[in-house]
């Protein structure tokens, strides 16, 4: 590797290229971007968790000072402006598809959760906007409302939408039902658990936010918005919604303050602010309060179930089967059904050679906010229910939790699962080693027993995950109902200086990629880091992508680029042969030099770069001048990231206060360009499982659906003094089925870490269940009845 | 409407608002100083603060009338001379950022904190940093960096 190279290859720690701007306050989020003449728009919301909108009168709101204009649902429809849509079309058992209720942009005659949006006021400034939408007057009929999911199929409650009868969307299943039952007669023990996946709400920092324009001249929209995948946004917004033709429609992504998900979607606001822009003539700006994030954001989570596992008398697992109520909100969300179907069904197999798999999934709707893909999306509801089931077998037959474990892990490859997946590559007792040793499994009963003396109740608790990352074959994911293919593109481009730009179909909100992709890039053709930028996030700029998701970036994005990255090598080496008259199987090309086997000509990357585009003598049939090169890459299968997460908790019965005693992750992630930002990524995913296993829940009052954790005074997010530093390490069996060896990495620490820690309060409790959030009331509750139990024994 | 005046780092700034204008509204829409961050409404996330007359101070909690007068510092003045803070600095060496919205505030609070706490150590850095939310890092590397950034203005 050259000296300028050295040191920012793949594997290296190298610092980010996107901090300076962050740090000295020189990022461009799409807040602090404004347009000349910009108006801003306000969002009129339900009060009501469902109510009919008899009459909306606008006539005060638009006489207000500053009003320019006030549009209802009714101006949208009158547009021919369609609804948002769902993404993935989920198939029940019987053969029917999904039962789709419409999802207006602004409410027509009915508003189906707090938070639904109303009318849309445009306005020369913000509180002149939101003192208008005061005036609105709307004539609601409130209705009772459906919240709770243990009773949204009971025909009594009431209907979200007439298309969906006992609000039910879809009624799935998947896996080999004959023969778990047959597993099921067979066993000499069946373990039998029931599981809440609480809700969350993915609260990324930065509110979404969006700029709508419009220019008369050449009728192109522009839409700057915090999106994770801006040219689905187009594409949903062109050919969907039918706001304006793809190729009239720029979607541009900036800078994004997080997503974890929840800037996938395709929401109203975004959509209503590029529609109006038209209308109006003028910008529209909308930034989201921290109060309708809340509200609108598309949830995560919430998930009822029920679970068995059977076992031989040896403890070798048999067959699971699983029974799930998933909530989908009151609309479908972009890509809400394939999250507890294909994103969570397939993973039940977790890392066990587990025979014989059926589990039914039931997406119902209830009168909430849309739920959708958040960090993990459907896998760490899986890992949830097969950790704490697995858990729960080892002590009730009495078999070490990491025995157990071992006992049953897959342990040749490729493996099918009785449930899609084909795991490819994996090592489950390396990874489970080296944190037992990191957390020292040993020792553990000593300072339990030294906990105790201190009168406090100490336990560990372990999780073996596995997750589908890569997200995924075009032609596998088109079999299971996706509208979409998930391929990825890029383009590289040789400027004739040498230095180079990547144009990426992957975004950027967090990930690090302009480090990343540029250390593969720097490394393939030896050139300094500095000499490559990344491009991303703008449809004017980058052909087409399907964006950042599902922990694909590197191994589906990074794929694509080291693909464009051959091509770009193979034409290199036809004009270094030219230029050194040479044939083309006798260059080499090695640390930005390319030279002629077994002479002494060489060629430097620079100049080889302005020969391409000078292109004095090429022959014109064999070499176009220029040196740039595209590719879309389709990966050939899922990438299966796995590790174990083992969480040692010490809780003061006295007041149910839990401390993270310390907190273990080993990761088998593949290849890792950038262990610094990797590790990044565990950390931030670990800290939202423990927010979900201890404090976090998104909470709907029962009866009027209205939402009680609105705000940060309700809603426990995970503070830096709930949380303890982690330990992290990495074990390494590389990915077959991408050419980087890669599986992904953003996902694990949500997906590991909440059965770690609920294993582990319930080892210390020696209790076999808890709700998540394991809030301190709950826990402190759990540990009287334990000492009262303990005491009458 | 009044005239509110005061020092942005190190430059005279003042402007005609309204007065219910809170001080982050009057850095970020007036003086087009968009590295201070918005990230709540309940004066909970900490992504807005800078410093008033040296202290850490949450800008969406203050009126711009209230610091009529005051020496006030963003994130955007605390570089000098194209030379990071040492602070800034050490979020980077330590990677204590991944989206950084939440990182203008974080840089802001560790500054007032390192100030005021000699000596720090994590448990503190952790109860300190209690009004500063990040979504994205765990805060793993935030108190790492932090502490780094301690031990070198010691
Ligand atoms: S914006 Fe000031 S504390 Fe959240
Ligand atoms: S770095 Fe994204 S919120 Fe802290």
Redesign the pocket.
């Known amino acids: 590797m050259s000296d300028a190279a050295s040191g920012e290859g793949i594997g290296q720690p190298v610092r980010r290229k996107e901090d300076y701007r962050f740090i000295t306050g020189n990022g461009h989020y799409t807040d602090d971007i404004n347009r000349p003449r910009q108006t801003f728009a306000y969002f009129l919301r339900s009060p009501h968790a469902h109510a009919r909108i008899k009459s909306i009168d606008t006539s005060a709101a638009e006489a207000a000072p500053g009003v320019v204009a006030v549009f209802t649902g009714k101006h949208v429809a009158n547009d021919g402006i369609g609804g948002l849509i769902c993404g993935w079309t989920v198939t029940s058992k019987d053969g029917t598809p999904m039962k789709v209720g419409p999802h207006p942009i602004l409410a027509l005659d009915t508003v189906r959760y707090v938070g639904d949006h109303v009318a849309m006021v445009v306005a020369e400034t913000l509180a002149d906007a939101r003192a208008a939408a005061e005036l609105i007057e709307v004539d609601y009929e409130a209705l009772p409302a459906t919240v709770s999911l243990s009773s949204c199929q009971d025909g009594k409650a009431p209907q979200v939408h007439a298309e969906a009868p006992r609000n039910t969307c879809f009624e799935w299943e998947l896996g080999n039902k004959a023969e778990t039952e047959a597993a099921f007669a067979k066993a000499d023990r069946v373990v039998k658990l029931d599981l809440k996946n609480n809700r969350l709400i993915p609260n990324a920092m930065e509110p979404r936010a969006a700029i709508g324009e419009f220019d008369k001249g050449t009728g192109i929209y522009t839409l700057h918005t915090t999106s994770q995948n801006p040219h689905v946004a187009r594409l949903v917004l062109s050919a969907f919604v039918g706001v304006a033709p793809e190729h009239k429609l720029r979607v541009i992504a900036p800078d994004v303050g997080g997503g974890f998900g929840s800037k996938i979607f395709i929401y109203a606001e975004e959509t209503a602010c590029v529609w109006a822009a038209a209308k109006v003539g003028r910008p529209i700006k909308w930034t989201a309060d921290r109060s309708e994030a809340f509200l609108s954001d598309a949830h995560g989570r919430d998930h009822l179930s029920h679970a068995e596992l059977a076992l031989d008398k040896d403890g070798r697992f048999l067959g699971l089967r699983v029974k799930t109520i998933a909530n989908l909100g009151a609309y479908l969300s972009t890509f809400s059904a394939a999250v507890p179907t294909y994103l969570y069904g397939t993973l039940l197999s977790g890392q066990y050679d587990l025979p014989a798999i059926h589990v039914e999934v039931d997406g119902v709707y209830t009168h909430t906010a849309p739920v959708d893909a958040y960090r993990g999306a459907g896998r760490p509801e899986a890992t949830y229910l097969i950790e704490r089931i697995v858990e729960t077998a080892a002590r009730e037959t009495g078999i070490d939790p990491a025995e157990i474990r071992r006992r049953n892990y897959v342990k040749t490859f490729p493996h099918q699962t009785p449930v899609i997946m084909n795991y490819d590559a994996g090592d489950y007792a390396a990874s489970l080693d080296a944190a037992l040793d990191a957390i020292d499994y040993k020792g553990f009963p000593a300072r339990k027993a030294e906990a105790a003396r201190r009168g406090m109740l100490r336990g560990i608790g372990f999780s073996s995950y596995i997750e589908a990352c890569g997200l995924a074959p075009s032609a596998a994911v088109g079999s299971l109902g996706a509208g979409v293919g998930l391929w990825e593109s890029a383009e590289v481009r040789v400027n004739p200086t040498g230095n180079i730009e990547v144009l990426t179909g992957s975004h950027s909100h967090g990930q690090g990629h302009e480090t990343t992709f540029a250390q593969l890039v720097a490394s393939r053709l030896g050139v300094p880091l500095a000499n490559v930028e990344i491009v991303h996030g703008d449809t004017d700029k980058v052909q087409f992508g399907m964006g950042t998701y599902g922990s694909r970036s590197g191994a589906v994005g990074m794929s694509a680029i080291a693909k464009a990255l051959d091509k770009i090598e193979a034409k290199a080496k036809k004009i270094a042969a030219h230029l050194m008259e040479a044939a083309v199987e006798d260059i080499v090309f090695e640390n930005g030099v390319f030279t002629v086997q077994g002479t002494d000509k060489s060629l430097a990357w620079a100049e080889l770069s302005l020969a391409a585009y000078t292109a004095h003598g090429f022959p014109s049939a064999d070499i176009e001048p220029g040196l740039k090169e595209g590719a879309f890459y389709d990966p050939t299968n899922f990438t299966f990231p796995a590790g174990c997460h083992i969480c040692e908790v010490e809780i003061d019965p006295d007041t149910g206060i839990v401390k993270i005693a310390k907190f273990v992750a080993v990761d088998d992630f593949g290849t890792v360009i950038n262990p610094m930002i990797v590790e990044g990524q565990v950390h931030g995913g670990i800290a939202q499982g423990i927010g979900q296993a201890l404090l976090e829940h998104g909470v709907y009052d029962a009866d009027s659906g209205q939402l009680v954790t609105g705000s940060y005074m309700d809603y426990c997010m995970p503070r830096a003094d709930d949380l303890p530093s982690f330990t992290l390490g990495f074990t390494k069996t590389e990915c077959p089925s991408n050419p980087l060896g890669m599986k992904g990495c953003g996902e694990a620490g949500a997906i590991a870490s909440p059965p770690a820690v609920i294993n582990a309060v319930t080892d210390a409790l020696g209790i076999r269940e808890i709700e998540m959030p394991a809030t301190p009331a709950r826990i402190w509750e759990a540990a009287q009845a334990a000492t009262s139990r303990a005491a009458a024994e | 409407m009044p005239v509110v005046s005061m020092t942005v780092n190190g430059k005279p700034a003042s402007a005609d608002v309204e007065a219910r204008t809170l001080l982050?509204q009057f850095i970020r829409e007036q003086l087009g100083l968009t590295g201070t961050?918005?990230?709540?409404?309940?004066?909970?996330?900490?992504?807005?603060v800078v410093h008033v007359d040296g202290r850490a101070v949450?800008?969406?909690?203050m009126l711009a009338a209230q610091a009529e007068g005051a020496e006030v510092l963003t994130i955007e003045g605390l570089a000098k001379n194209g030379e990071l803070h040492p602070v800034q600095a050490a979020f980077r060496e330590h990677h204590g950022l991944q989206c950084g919205f939440c990182t203008p505030g974080m840089i802001m609070t560790a500054i007032d904190m390192i100030r005021r706490n000699p000596g720090l150590d994590e448990e503190t850095v952790r109860e300190e940093l209690e009004?500063n939310i990040c979504r994205c890092t765990g805060y793993h590397n935030i108190v790492k960096a932090i502490l780094a950034a301690s031990q070198e203005m010691r």
Do not use: F, M, P, W
């Open positions: 982050v961050h918005v990230g709540c409404d309940t004066s909970q996330c900490g992504a807005c949450k800008s969406c909690t009004g």
